[in-house]
């Protein structure tokens, strides 16, 4: 009996050994494209959406892999180039589900890529590579690559952007601005800074709008680096460009920073809209218009001053106009008279009350 139980311990031996032998050999004749062939391995791949696209507008290439086994390891996408299109990967997992077909359950992996066509036209994006791991049962994990079909879609531009150049493609999108102090009653040599805020869903922030601040004489303008910030909440994506711009006061007078406008097509609505930063006035000093350069002894005039000096200078004019015909009706003589009678009566008392000499002709004076 004992000799019995130690062959029967020895054959076990070499049967589990034979079949860790011969399990290699059954899972390298195993593959992910014969699964596929089984039809116990798919990999689809949709997009949307499929019509009414615009350039800039995003789009989603969803790929769906399906077994009935299981994923024994992580699954890696090699993402293809096609020119014209900007095709991210900006989740690094997949969201998981099962599901029952016929009478097997089935795990799935959902990977979602964002397209984003920069001109119109028809695009093909070609079947994307995923290499993955899976466990086949009997045959042990297998590993490979297997491709989705290829997609196609066309991307147009409505009438109401034919003549624009530049637009946000987004279901959301503002534009605003903000200043860090008031603008009114500034002196030179006084700074503020201003900053302008792009915000936007399903966009990049790199495909967002950036902002020339134009710089007035008089009024420095030293703009900083944009921040640009990338968010995903729930599968929702935002996004935002930040620029702040540092003004420096040169001289005095009143400026205006210019409005700007930014165009939206609205993709839920299918609308062209129009966002806009209002004209901001800029007050120094008096608010009078001055250069940089300015001296003290250099004279300025606002408007309303050149409108009081041209008056002034006409009403002159005609004072002295009528002056000119008053003179021509005085008669010279009279004028001669009236004017010297004051003279000769001063001459008249400066002369002295005695004459020089008393008794003149006698010889007491001497």
């Known amino acids: 009996m004992i000799v019995m139980g130690r062959r029967l311990r020895l054959c076990g031996l070499l049967v589990a050994i034979l079949l860790g032998a011969a399990r290699p050999a059954l899972a390298a004749d195993v593959t992910l494209e014969q699964l596929a062939a089984e039809g116990r391995l798919e990999l689809e791949a949709s997009i949307s959406p499929s019509d ?3 350039p800039g507008q995003k789009m989603t290439l969803t790929l ?3 077994t009935d086994r ?7 996408l090699s993402l293809p180039e096609v020119p014209g299109l900007v095709i ?3 989740e690094q997992f997949a969201s998981n589900a099962s599901e029952r077909r016929g009478d097997r359950d089935w795990v799935l992996q959902r990977w979602t890529l964002d397209i984003f066509p920069q001109r119109p036209g028809d695009f093909t994006v070609p079947p994307v590579t995923a290499r993955m791991k899976i466990n086949a049962g009997d045959a042990g994990d297998i590993e490979g690559a297997i491709k989705s079909p290829s997609t196609s879609f066309s991307v147009s531009v409505p009438p109401a952007l034919a003549d624009i150049e530049q637009w946000v493609a987004a279901p959301a999108y503002r534009v605003s601005q903000s200043f860090d102090r008031s603008l009114e009653g500034l002196q030179v040599g006084d700074a503020f800074e201003r900053e302008i805020l792009f915000e936007a869903d399903e966009v990049m922030a790199m495909m967002l709008p950036s902002f020339t601040a134009e710089d007035l004489p008089g009024l420095a303008a030293y703009p900083a680096p944009p921040v640009l910030d990338n968010s995903n909440n729930r599968g929702q994506s935002s996004a935002s460009r930040r620029q702040r711009i540092s003004y420096v006061v040169q001289a005095e007078g009143q400026y205006q920073l210019p409005a700007v406008d930014y165009f939206w097509w609205d993709t839920q609505g299918q609308a062209l809209r129009v966002l806009s930063l209002p004209a901001t006035v800029v007050t120094v000093g008096s608010g009078f218009a ?16 050149w409108l009081l000096l041209g008056l002034g200078l006409a009403l002159l004019a005609v004072l002295l106009w009528l002056a000119s015909k008053v003179w021509q009706r005085i008669p010279l003589a009279r004028l001669h008279d009236a004017l010297g009678a004051p003279v000769r009566k001063v001459v008249e008392l400066r002369k002295p009350a005695l004459p020089e000499k008393l008794n003149p002709g006698s010889s007491a004076a001497e």
Do not use: C, H, K, M
């Open 70 to 76: 299981w994923f024994s390891g992580g699954t890696r």
């Open 290 to 305: 001055s250069a940089p350069g300015d001296r003290s002894d250099e004279w300025t005039f606002s408007p309303r001053q």
């Open 52 to 54: 009414n696209v615009v």
């Open 88 to 90: 991210l990967q900006t």
């Open 64 to 66: 769906e892999i399906a």
